[in-house]
């Protein structure tokens, strides 16, 4: 080799490290009442830091889904081909409890410990993690028509991967999806279009066209469709009791800017056989259960990108010396690190929170079950909103390093805006909070609790109380101000948490850079003064 090109200075590769070793994360975990799950948690975080686990991960994205319409025949098939290493992916996800485990889990703190796990599997990979949300959510909708529950239930809970079309009932294992938007509504779903017949045997007919319906090779679907008693709810099979082949038509997969691992499809419905859920006329109360819950899992997705960006940046940092030391050492590149270490903290510490509140709603707590009906939607705005500039801002961090799709950033990017529209755009959630707190006061009084239980342990989280209240109590343009009124309000709920579970220098900084004081625009504008070595040796792997 030329002696002009010797290698130094180079950063080692982040692999070998337990991806659970997350102080923020491990300290949600016990104090959210899953510490039983601790040492499962550490052999996830284990095989998530593998080099092996790595290459899953880029190998499902680097060799994306393909659609087979078409036999070699001629015959209709709407098949989808995934790499093999998606379907390590998908295996070591369902094995994990990550889809529907936690609903035959009598343990307190299962629905915690779930989203622990998929808070640390989600860093290895996130395209595969839509199939196991959506399977996740799908069980407590489909209690809305009990002789289906009882059909499917154990098979959506079951802890084994099995792919391919078959019965539903002769495979070990099913993975649920939905179909809710359509081109011409979006959002709106009550503009939708395809229809639902009844038939003569007693189950249904769909016909239409879906926009947006990822996953196509789940086994069963949760579909909106109009019929003669309104938007109703209906679960649509890939293939039907007698071994036929449901009319699932996928006309194309979408060409998306990341999640490319994750087939998302345009299927059409003809003559398409369907289970009313729940009632005629109640579609989206039914499916608004599977929403919640996604949305839950776009929170947990964004915190998870957000943490394995900054561990990205941090270790980059450790180990990459420039102007004479350590990039951890320059004071700016530490102010940086460290303000996204803050940002990292405050979403794990808002997610697991509403996991625990999801986890203890389950288990028949109304009071909790109020507050995640509002926290939830706080956490699904806020915490995906802050993702794509965070991700940015610690892709910077590696230079041009970080711009190769080596280094792994390309992909965190491309994934950061996702989990803001996905499950309801920014606009959708605030608009949802807003819906809360004028017809669910409960809500707001269960969120009041909860922020008022750290008053009294930072004046300016004590003061950004009365600011918002203040502001909850003008609803003069409410509309128009809704993303200011959710940004404030996750906030300030995020302050509470901090000042009363963080250490002092992570609640200090939280306080001071977003609470109070003239805050800049970019990371990296923390005021002096703060402990910023504190905040900074809780980011793994040391």
Known sequence: MAATHEVFNQVPPLAGHDVAADPPLLDAVVREGAAWHLDDLHRLGRLGGTEQAQRWGDEANRHTPVLRTHDRYGNRVDEVDFHPSWHELMRVAVTEGLAGGPWV????????????????????????????????????ALRAQPELAARFEPLLTSRVYDPGLRVPETKDGLLAGMGMTEKQGGSDVRANTTTATPAAD??????????FTSAP?????????????????????????????????????????????????EPEFDDTVAWLVGEQGRGV???????????????????????????????????????????LDKPLMRNV???????????????????????RAARGDDGEQDFARL??????????????????????????NGYTEDSGMPRLYREAPLNGIWEGSGNVNALDVLRALTREPR???????????????????????????????????????????????????????????A?????????????????????????????LAAILDRVPPA
């Open 105 to 140: 889990d009598p343990r307190p703190g299962a629905h915690v410990a779930r989203a622990a796990g998929l808070l640390v599997w989600s860093t290895v990979e996130q395209g595969h993690t839509c199939p196991i949300s959506m399977t996740y959510a799908a069980v407590p």
């Open 202 to 211: 007693g189950n249904w007919l769909l016909r239409g066209h879906k926009w």
């Open 217 to 265: 090779m789940n086994d069963l679907f949760l579909v909106l469709a109009q019929a003669p008693g309104g938007l109703s709810c209906f679960l649509v099979p890939r293939v039907l009791p007698d071994g036929t082949r449901n009319t699932f038509r996928i006309q194309r997969l979408k060409d998306k800017l990341g999640n490319r691992s994750n087939a998302s499809s």
């Open 285 to 327: 109360a039914v499916i608004i259960e599977m929403v919640s819950l996604t949305r839950l899992d776009s929170g947990l997705g964004s915190a998870a990108g957000m943490r394995a960006a900054l561990t990205q940046a941090v270790h980059h940092a450790r180990h990459r010396h420039a102007f004479g030391g350590p990039l």
């Open 337 to 359: 690190l460290a303000d996204l270490a803050v940002e990292s903290e405050a979403a794990t510490t808002l997610v697991m929170r509403v996991a625990g509140a999801v986890d």
């Open 375 to 400: 926290a939830t939607a706080l956490a699904k705005y806020w915490v995906c909103k802050r993702q794509p500039a965070m991700v940015a801002e610690a892709l910077e961090c590696l230079g041009g």
């Open 443 to 501: 809500s707001l009084a269960a969120y009041e609790r909860e922020v008022v239980a750290g008053l009294g342990g930072d004046a300016r989280l004590d003061q950004a109380w009365q600011e918002l209240r203040e502001e909850l109590a003008d609803t003069a343009d409410a509309q128009l101000r809704a993303r200011r009124i959710v940004e404030r309000m996750a906030l300030v709920l995020q302050g509470s948490l901090l000042v009363r579970h």
């Open 503 to 531: 250490p002092a220098a992570v609640a200090d900084a939280f306080c001071a850079s977003r609470l109070a004081g003239d805050r800049g625009l970019a990371f990296g504008t923390l005021p002096p003064g703060l402990d």
